[in-house]
């Protein structure tokens, strides 16, 4: 069983930055693809962007150009850098692990931007 623990949101006034850390516990880290998605109130949990095992990234249009996601595979752990940040960005952020044969989630971390 992996377990996924997010930290690092918060309220913060528009055009600030914040970084969210997903720390994953277990062996499959480095083999797994780790998204962040994100859903706001009222609305369908949606993607924010990937870290593929291989290195690869892609990005929601709606983050492209403010949002950056990195991994430290030898800390087990995603980050994801959100700068020049929107109201409209306000949600709680999920962090998921995904594999051939696994689906995991974290239990998310609120993160609310002040216009």
């Known amino acids: 069983q992996v377990q996924l623990v997010e930290s690092g949101g918060g309220l913060v006034q528009a055009g600030g930055s914040l970084r969210l850390s997903c720390a994953a516990s277990?062996?499959?880290?480095?083999?797994?693809?780790m998204n962040w998605f994100r859903q706001a109130p009222g609305k369908q949990r949606e993607f924010v962007a990937v870290?593929?095992?291989?290195?690869?990234?892609n990005y929601a249009d709606s983050v492209k150009g403010r949002f950056t996601i990195s991994r430290d595979n030898a800390k087990n752990t995603v980050y994801l850098q959100m700068n020049s940040l929107k109201p409209e960005d306000t949600a709680v952020y999920y962090c998921n692990s995904v594999g051939r044969s696994y689906n995991y989630w974290g239990q998310g971390t609120q993160v609310t931007v002040s216009s």
């Open positions: 870290s593929t095992s291989g290195g690869r990234t």
């Open positions: 277990g062996s499959i880290f480095s083999f797994s693809a």
